[in-house]
């Protein structure tokens, strides 16, 4: 196996396991509650396998379902936030983003902090619709994505410096 392969397997087990141990327990004023787990899709390499990210987003999605008692919302949301990373990276970094190397985790820069913005906005926003299903709490819904994505992107950019890899 591939450095890479299992880079990404031990990154979507341990962030699995953060999320559903810890960020699952939070629940801050019923508005804010934390999705780091989708640190995954965001930092999947951008060359890689795209049906592979699509399962892996589906497999994500369905594993926090089932911790989650929520009924495939954040299935439908990470699957949502998988197709649509391409789409993300183009309007952050360019049309010809594949042909460039692009690491999240680098230093912060405007890039990279609207990719990561765009994409938990997007994600939240699906999910907390989908786990309202009527529009009579779309306020609602607006509140609760505002929210939970500033936090979720605090948190994100936390835990991409705090396990950020050494340069040798």
Same mark, same amino acid.
Not at 28 to 37: K, Q, R, S, V
Not at 40 to 57: D, E
Not at 118 to 135: G, P, Q, W
């Given at each position: 196996? @591939?450095?890479?392969?299992?880079?990404?397997?031990a990154? +979507?087990i $341990?962030? *699995?396991? !953060?999320q =559903?141990?810890?960020f699952?327990? !939070?629940d801050f004023?019923?508005?804010?509650?934390?999705? #780091?787990y %989708?640190l +995954?899709i965001?930092?999947? #390499?951008?060359?890689?396998?795209k049906?592979?990210? $699509?399962f892996?987003s589906?497999l994500?999605?369905?594993?926090m379902? !089932?911790?989650?008692?929520?009924?495939?919302v954040h299935?439908?949301?990470a699957?949502? *936030?998988a197709?649509l990373?391409?789409?993300?990276?183009?309007?952050?970094f360019?049309?010809?983003?594949?042909y460039?190397? =692009?690491? %999240?985790?680098d230093?912060i820069t405007?890039?990279?902090?609207?990719f990561?913005?765009?994409s938990v906005v997007?994600?939240?926003?699906i999910?907390?619709? $989908?786990?309202a299903? &009527?529009?009579?709490?779309f306020?609602?819904v607006?509140l609760?994505?505002? +929210?939970?994505?500033i +936090?979720?992107?605090?948190?994100c950019f936390?835990l991409?410096?705090l396990?950020?890899? @050494? &340069? &040798?």
């Amino acid at each position: 196996m @591939s450095s890479a392969l299992l880079l990404n397997i031990a990154r +979507f087990i $341990l962030l *699995l396991m !953060m999320q =559903i141990v810890i960020f699952n327990q !939070m629940d801050f004023l019923g508005y804010i509650n934390p999705y #780091p787990y %989708i640190l +995954f899709i965001l930092l999947y #390499p951008v060359n890689g396998n795209k049906y592979g990210l $699509l399962f892996a987003s589906f497999l994500l999605g369905i594993i926090m379902d !089932m911790f989650s008692n929520s009924g495939g919302v954040h299935a439908t949301a990470a699957i949502a *936030l998988a197709a649509l990373r391409p789409t993300f990276f183009k309007f952050s970094f360019g049309v010809s983003y594949e042909y460039q190397t =692009i690491k %999240i985790n680098d230093k912060i820069t405007p890039e990279r902090f609207s990719f990561v913005a765009i994409s938990v906005v997007s994600h939240h926003f699906i999910l907390f619709l $989908l786990e309202a299903f &009527r529009l009579s709490f779309f306020l609602e819904v607006l509140l609760r994505t505002l +929210f939970s994505t500033i +936090f979720t992107i605090l948190l994100c950019f936390l835990l991409i410096y705090l396990f950020k890899p @050494s &340069r &040798r």
